[in-house]
């Protein structure tokens, strides 16, 4: 079977199944989740040995740490799988809402319901809890989906999908709801993309994968580029809470999209902050990059350059630019900003709310780290991606973002005159 059959075969099957979907009860598809989390437990050793052989061909190949990261599975990110599986199950589901219905003139009720997308295409790489939350989100907002993980995590990727299929049989559910690519052939991504049954794209991975992906891709595409996020530390900020934000927005994890990846300060900040935080970033082995007026601070830094406050780093790297003051701040995240995440820390509540307002990001903090762009930490359960587009959903892409609305009308005998 050539690989346009393949995809063929697949998109006919994810088209029945997102039929059967919509009138599936969320008892239903919340018993399917819990028996894929249960599963998920009890596969645990074959899990880690499948992600075991995939990290060991990762480093032969000498993907990059960060890559190596995001494909890396432990008993820690096990645990958090499932814990994710139990909450997407918890949450309230939101197809079938009905919203906004009221009577007009002539008699008749308009309102909208809440329905899902249709058939779905996840395309990733590296991270293999994405099978498994894009899977888990998909059902629970009645989409079917094909997924195409990338080739550096087949095994983990094969591993965690029978525990799928294995608790949507068990379910009673059609069990092509899901369905994986089970080819590492490039092909399958320039078919999926084009291919007539599938509603809408969502590309997780880097840069280069995504922008081919919007550029070639035939059906509407959910997507963010870069995460190129700021901290930004005002005049007026706490000191510990500046030290705090700046230093875990940074280190918590090296290879997330919600990384800061440069720091603003106000040159009239208390110098103690950047103090604590240069030596901090220094014991950490961060290396940093300052403009002109940071390296005449401190003289351990390397010299920043423009290409530098417009990467996404994904490492232990971060740029510090000293700026005049808020206005400063916010015109060069308008510049070299993706429309990520940004966060200030400021005591002052005026200049807080002054920079909600005039920074257009997905997600946009005061006094907290950009570490917490995440859709479980919004309550969303999981998130199938950080869309920094701003059609059709913007932000953490949780159950709601996967879902439309139609427009519903009930009458009892109208007729429009």
């Known amino acids: 079977m050539s690989v346009k059959e393949l995809i063929d075969v697949l998109g006919n099957q994810a088209k029945t199944a997102s039929m059967s979907l919509r009138n599936v009860s969320t008892e239903q598809k919340n018993r399917a989740l819990l028996a894929i989390a249960q599963n998920i437990g009890d596969s645990r050793n074959d899990i880690l040995k499948a992600n075991q052989l995939d990290v060991k061909n990762a480093q032969e190949k000498n993907l990059s740490d960060a890559l190596i990261d995001r494909l890396l599975l432990n008993e820690e990110r096990i645990d958090s799988i499932i814990q994710s599986l139990n909450q997407i199950a918890l949450l309230e589901d939101p197809v079938g809402e009905i919203t906004d219905l009221k009577y007009r003139p002539s008699g008749i009720q308009v309102g909208k319901m809440r329905v899902p997308l249709g058939v779905l295409g996840i395309i990733y790489e590296s991270r293999p809890n994405v099978t498994i939350d894009a899977s888990a989100l998909c059902l629970k907002s009645s989409n079917a989906v094909i997924l195409r993980g990338g080739s550096e995590s087949i095994n983990s990727n094969q591993a965690l999908y029978k525990c799928i299929q294995d608790g949507l049989k068990s379910s009673d559910l059609d069990v092509n709801c899901v369905q994986l690519v089970n080819t ?17 794209i969502i590309p997780r991975g880097g840069k280069g994968l995504v922008s081919a992906i919007s550029e070639s891709s035939r059906v509407p595409v959910i997507k963010h580029l870069d995460g190129i996020c700021h901290t930004y530390i005002d005049d007026e900020a706490d000191i510990k809470k500046a030290v705090d934000i700046a230093f875990n927005g940074k280190t918590r994890r090296y290879g997330v999209c919600n990384a800061t990846e440069t720091l603003l300060v106000h040159k009239n900040a208390p110098k103690s902050i950047l103090e604590n935080l240069v030596k901090r970033y220094t014991d950490e082995g961060v290396e940093l990059r300052g403009c002109k007026k940071a390296l005449n601070l401190f003289s351990g830094m390397n010299s920043a350059n423009d290409d530098d406050w417009s990467t996404e780093y994904l490492a232990p790297i971060l740029s510090i630019k000293i700026v005049e003051n808020i206005d400063q701040a916010i015109a060069h995240i308008e510049k070299y900003g993706s429309g990520h995440t940004e966060s200030i820390v400021t005591e002052n509540i005026s200049t807080g709310r002054y920079f909600l307002n005039l920074v257009d990001s997905s997600s ?10 995440d859709g479980g930490e919004y309550g969303l359960g999981a998130e199938i991606g950080i869309s920094t587009d701003k059609f059709h959903v913007r932000g953490p892409v949780g159950l709601e973002g996967l879902t439309s609305q139609k427009y519903i009308v009930i009458g009892n005998g109208h007729i429009r005159g």
Request: glycine share 4%; hydrophobic share 50%; net charge negative.
């Open 184 to 200: 590492i052939d490039r092909d399958a991504v320039t078919t999926l993309v084009s291919n007539e049954n599938v509603d809408a």
């Open 364 to 373: 946009v903090m005061i006094n907290a780290s950009t570490g917490f762009a």
